[in-house]
């Protein structure tokens, strides 16, 4: 089994293993640092030695160990020898039931910040490491780290069980839950900073996650239409960037690059979630995303189509850039005048000052009635507001094509 096929599996175990451990031994931060040590040890030895039968059941003999080591020297040694002497794990113990869910609720816990709720899911459900995930954060793995554990001891100090919530905190807990996964796949398909436009692992690793929740609660429209928005956004990535990783706006990419395979799963995804009673904002996003798969060209995109569907989600989940998104299909329809009186709604809203999404738009709709000047210098600042290299590049190029 090669490194890269070991990596994945390790991924699919670790929330496996640690739902596991977290129910039998009821705690979280101890369970998590030993379940990392043991996939530590597994990344080393299993390329090495090769897979065990149970590789599952190897995970969680060693992660058990550790963890029995660790409360063995904690200064209640008595007490808790007492409690675990006689634990000796073996592969048949691990039980057969998949706490992946639960973890991820845990893991999505009210009491902490969205920032740390993204880092402990990367952590502890999509088991990527500290460095990994500081990386991704573009901070230094120390500061990463602290964070990770002062959000394990929110969780303790919150006196959370491992247990699925229910009720209308199971509904409000899951919106939690969807969000952080939202956010995940956006950090991954459009990078805040960097010289990258995407991640495509972090991409790759919210879409596995999202999976795992939909095939837990199929029935749930907004779960369904996460995944269908994930895949059908995720279709474009070849196409989004040239050779060299420059931008590639969608009305300009390549559509026989798009994936047919995920526009197709997406597509069957969103009708099956629409035919449900209620909507949500991720089913139509979803149906935005399969309204512009459908479409052969831009051309012939169903732009009134797209714009109703935007001023739905405007009225069910107001958002500074549901609105942006919405000036963009109504200057398709009714022309860019149109479309730039929309974004000057968004002026006085603090979200958005000096957003270069805004600025961008902005600069597009001026480029396309004609005033150069005003469009170069919205292209300019817009390109002053991002951190992506590769929107800069974009937002500079466009700059230099319409400078006075």
Known sequence: MTAPVIEDLLRELTPQVLGALVRRYGRFEGCEDAVQEAVLAAAVQWPAEGV???????????????????????????ERESATAAVEVTPEDVPDTDDTLVLLFLCCHPTLTAASQVA????????????????????????????????????????STFAMPGGAELHERLRVVLHVLYLIFNEGYTASSGSELHRADL?????????????????????????A??????????????????????????????DRGLIDEGIELIKAALAGPELG?????????ATHADAATAEETDWPQVHALYLILE????????????AIALAEIEGPKAGLALLSTLDGDERMAGHHRLLSVRAHLLEKTGDTAG??????????????????????????????
Do not use: C
């Open 120 to 159: 402990l899911t990367l952590r502890a459900v999509g088991g990527l490491t500290t460095a990994e995930i500081a990386r991704t954060f573009l901070v230094p793995e120390a500061t990463m780290a602290a964070r990770i554990s002062r959000a394990k001891q929110r969780i303790k100090a919150a006196g």
């Open 52 to 78: 065990p039968d149970n590789p599952r059941g190897w995970l969680s003999t060693v992660a058990s160990r550790r963890l029995i080591d660790q409360m063995r020297s904690d200064h209640a040694r008595r």
């Open 375 to 404: 469009a170069y210098e919205h292209y300019r600042r817009a390109a002053k507001a991002t951190a992506s290299m590769a929107e800069q590049r974009y937002l500079e190029s466009r700059a230099r094509r319409v400078r006075p």
């Open 229 to 258: 928005l994930m895949l059908l956004t995720h279709a474009r990535r070849e196409a989004r960037t040239t050779p060299s990783g420059d931008l590639v706006p969608l009305d300009e990419q390549d559509r026989a690059k798009w």
């Open 281 to 289: 904002p991720y089913k139509l996003q979803a149906a935005i995303a």
């Open 315 to 326: 009225r069910i989940a107001p958002n500074p850039m549901v609105t942006l998104n919405r």
């Open 203 to 227: 991409a790759h690793e919210a879409i596995r996650l999202t999976r795992m929740v939909h095939a837990q609660l199929p029935e749930d429209g907004e779960v369904t239409g996460l995944l």
